[in-house]
């Protein structure tokens, strides 16, 4: 039997690399509505590992894809999914993936957005953030928007009907404050909250982002692994919190992570008011420590509480190093507003 191909990662461009998919189930997001998934379903589209090709599945409908596909239409209509995003946020771009669709791709698509407490409808505000744009057989789209805006929905219309593998929604979430006590303690690093991945200095394994997820991770690629050092040194991820705040807890799960989990990690962090991404990798070597040295387990939840950690002013941005290698499945940091 003919083995799964799983679909090659793309080198991301810059924005798209700096900037969390909104469109991930891992946030929330959620394939709510569309004209016709005949071939296959419209939450496939969504899934966070990349698209495979089963070369000798099929199924009642027809052959096997691993995405949205609908029927081949016999009117001069268009297809289009709706698809609610993990929460609000501000839409940088998207990437249109039709890798393994070569005979039935659509031969274009656009991107609509709109922000709505309830689902919306054709006649919704709905705002064109990606224009009608030409797409090819089994590639990655990537196009930047001019309406950042903030939106929770997304609705992909392809032209005039077809297959799409992945849909990613590029962007930064908008944390949600509202009703929430400011000398309350919260995760200042989670996804929902704003929180972001900045930089880092290798991340051979798995996904970078998943660190900052909800929950425990499901396996090892669901969090952040470099490869093996073979150097004296130490790996490091800088995360910039959702909002400025004075650091009460912090924990790193190294779930699932058993004979390649780091033996120790140190934090350091700073209230970072200026500079580029790259201006603040830069700064990071210099930023006072928050945390000294720790010792880590395999397959465990590490809780580090103000005993741990150096008393500090309030901070932006916090920068986990790893000693001298390996993967963690999540770090949160908790704290107060200030």
């Not at 058993?258 to 070597?285: E, F, H, L």
């Amino acid at each position: 039997m003919a083995q799964d191909v799983i679909a090659p990662l793309p080198e991301l461009p810059e924005w798209a690399a700096t900037h969390i998919n909104l469109a991930s189930p891992r946030l929330g997001a959620e394939a709510a509505a569309c004209t016709d998934d005949f071939f296959a379903p419209m939450d496939r589209m969504l899934q966070d590992a990349p698209p495979i090709w089963r070369p000798e599945e099929f199924d009642d409908n027809g052959k096997w894809m691993d995405g949205w596909e609908s029927r081949r239409r016999r009117d001069s209509g268009h297809d289009w999914c709706v698809l609610k995003l993990g929460g609000k946020g501000s839409i940088h771009g998207v990437d249109i993936d039709t890798s393994f669709f070569t005979g039935n791709y659509p031969r274009a698509a656009s991107v609509w957005a709109v922000y709505s407490e309830a689902p919306p409808t054709e006649s919704s505000a709905w705002t064109e953030i990606i224009p009608s744009t030409t797409l090819g057989p089994n590639a990655h789209h990537f196009v930047e928007t001019r309406n950042p805006g903030l939106y929770n929905w997304v609705r992909l219309n392809i032209f005039p009907d077809g297959g799409v593998a992945r849909l990613r929604v590029y962007g930064n979430p908008a944390p949600s404050w509202e009703g929430s006590d400011r000398e309350g303690i919260v995760e200042l690093s989670a996804l929902r909250n704003g929180g972001r991945v900045l930089g880092w200095n290798d991340a051979h394994y798995g996904d970078v982002w998943a660190v900052l997820s909800e929950g425990r991770g499901r396996n090892q690629a669901d969090g952040w692994e470099t490869r093996r050092r073979r150097e004296p040194g130490y790996d490091w991820l800088i995360v910039q919190l959702g909002a400025p705040g004075i650091v009460e807890r912090i924990e790193v799960d190294t779930a699932n992570f058993k004979g390649n989990y780091p033996d120790r990690c140190s934090i350091q962090a700073a209230d970072v008011g200026w500079g580029t991404d790259q201006s603040v990798v830069t700064q990071s070597m210099f930023w006072p420590r928050l945390m000294q040295e720790r010792k880590l387990g395999p397959d465990k939840i590490h809780v580090f509480g103000k005993e741990h950690l150096e008393t500090l002013a309030p901070v932006t941005h916090i920068k986990l190093n790893i000693h001298p290698d390996g993967g963690i499945s999540r770090i949160r940091v908790f704290g107060r507003r200030t």
